[in-house]
């Protein structure tokens, strides 16, 4: 029973910075990656930021330099620090775990990021 809670959603103004967190309960088999994706309004779901067993660390180029992915293993949560943000940066962020050899895919019910001009 593995489940994803995001947090650390909310408004900022153009330029500021928010901190994502999600926590993971439950055992997770075979982890392939973590990341998070996010969806803004009438445009489809994207990848944000994701760590692969195997790719290692990629960002989506809108967010390079201005995203930072990290884990904390003891505590079984990824972060997504966002600095810089735009109004472009606007929608629900949701956390995303890959894991078995089938590479399904877990999810959080994702939170809320508004980013106003």
């Known amino acids: 029973q593995v489940q994803l809670v995001e947090s650390g959603g909310g408004f900022v103004q153009s330029g500021g910075s928010l901190r994502l967190s999600c926590a993971a309960s439950g055992s997770i088999f075979r982890l392939r990656a973590m990341g998070w994706y996010r969806q803004a309004p009438g445009k489809q779901r994207e990848l944000v930021a994701v760590?692969?067993?195997?790719?290692?660390?990629n960002y989506a180029d809108s967010v390079k330099g201005r995203f930072t992915i990290s884990r904390d293993n003891a505590k079984n949560t990824v972060f997504l620090q966002m600095n810089s943000l735009k109004p472009e940066d606007t929608g629900v962020y949701y956390c995303?775990?890959?894991?078995?050899?089938?590479?399904?895919?877990?999810w959080g019910q994702g939170t809320q990021v508004t980013v106003s001009s």
């Open positions: 995303n775990v890959e894991a078995g050899t089938s590479r399904y895919q877990y």
């Open positions: 760590m692969s067993n195997t790719e290692g660390t």
